[in-house]
């Protein structure tokens, strides 16, 4: 099975049960509809087309990490769209498990990934329309998710994730918010399950969100019970900060062995897609917060 966050996930898992119908590994099927979703340049949140940052400048994070406690991560990456990928290869092939910035850009260079321009014409255009404001507001639903998260279970009971993303729309430059972090953005205990985040990545980190929901689970907590879990948690450390939550965004997918699926946000507005033998379909989720 796998599943996907928001409304895409219907086509990014389009394209990884293709692999795990035919009993390909789950870190393949989550890599392959990851890299879907960054090379369609129609696609605004991750990869190719990507919102840009407010110097106009396109910068990308990944993360993967698979059944075996293996990872990599990349950020603040430019010129290659295929983040995920390269995440993978800083898993594969180095050994370190995050790269960033120019490091990042050489490392993919040296390995043979494709660079182009990352900023097209319409996130050109949406970043200049920003310029005649310079105010940095993200909406609720519409610039703080801009995230692809996956998480995937094969035919042999093998997990893997990934998560990737161009960050929030018009962030300062060199901004990095959760997708690449492990613990935050993604996490994958293969003897439990898988959990990966969107929305405000500053407050997924400072809970080390998609780890709450995999220790959840780990307690005996269902994935749906374990999402619930995290959300109300970092929402009692809004109030406990005395915080302004009104412009955030929290939500959290997740998988156990069992094929077990849930998801919970801060408030409405989130969905996430779960394909497998017998469903393929798109899932509203509930929220702690009526608006």
């Known amino acids: 099975m796998v599943l996907s966050t928001w409304d895409y996930g219907l086509r990014t898992n389009e394209v990884a049960w293709r692999l795990l119908s035919q009993g390909g590994a789950a870190l393949d099927a989550v890599l392959a509809g990851a890299e879907?979703?960054?090379?369609?340049?129609?696609?605004?949140?991750?990869?190719?087309?990507?919102?840009?940052?407010?110097?106009?400048?396109?910068?990308?994070?990944?993360?993967?990490?698979?059944?075996?406690?293996?990872?990599?991560?990349?950020?603040?990456?430019?010129?290659?769209?295929?983040?995920?990928?390269?995440?993978?290869?800083?898993?594969?092939?180095?050994?370190?498990?995050?790269?960033?910035?120019?490091?990042?850009?050489?490392?993919?260079?040296?390995?043979?990934?494709?660079?182009?321009?990352?900023?097209?014409?319409?996130?050109?255009?949406?970043?200049?329309?920003?310029?005649?404001?310079s105010r940095y507001q993200p909406g609720v639903n519409v610039e703080n998710h801009d995230t692809m998260g996956l998480v995937g279970l094969d035919a042999q009971g093998r997990l893997a994730g990934v998560c990737t993303t161009s960050g929030m729309a018009f962030k300062m430059h060199g901004r990095v918010g959760d997708s690449p972090i492990i613990g935050a953005g993604l996490y994958v205990d293969g003897s439990v399950g898988g959990a990966t985040a969107t929305g405000h990545g500053e407050e997924v980190i400072r809970t080390v969100g998609s780890f709450r929901v995999v220790a959840a689970m780990t307690a005996g907590k269902s994935p749906q019970a374990a999402c619930k879990q995290a959300v109300e948690e970092i929402h009692r450390f809004?109030?406990?900060?005395?915080?302004?939550?009104?412009?955030?965004?929290?939500?959290?997918?997740?998988?156990?062995?069992?094929?077990?699926?849930?998801?919970?946000?801060?408030?409405?507005?989130?969905?996430?897609?779960?394909?497998?033998?017998?469903?393929?379909?798109?899932?509203?989720?509930?929220?702690?917060?009526?608006?």
Do not use: C
């Open 36 to 133: 879907f979703a960054e090379m369609d340049p129609d696609n605004a949140y991750v990869g190719l087309g990507g919102f840009p940052d407010r110097d106009g400048i396109v910068t990308l994070d990944a993360s993967v990490m698979d059944h075996g406690y293996n990872m990599g991560m990349v950020a603040g990456l430019e010129q290659v769209p295929r983040a995920a990928a390269l995440a993978r290869a800083v898993m594969e092939r180095t050994p370190h498990t995050l790269l960033v910035g120019d490091g990042a850009l050489q490392f993919a260079q040296e390995q043979g990934f494709e660079t182009m321009n990352l900023l097209t014409p319409s996130s050109e255009a949406a970043w200049k329309r920003w310029l005649e404001t």
């Open 238 to 291: 809004f109030v406990r900060r005395g915080v302004d939550w009104g412009d955030t965004q929290i939500g959290f997918i997740a998988v156990n062995l069992h094929g077990e699926t849930g998801a919970y946000a801060l408030r409405p507005g989130f969905s996430y897609a779960v394909r497998t033998q017998d469903r393929d379909e798109l899932i509203r989720v509930p929220s702690l917060l009526e608006a």
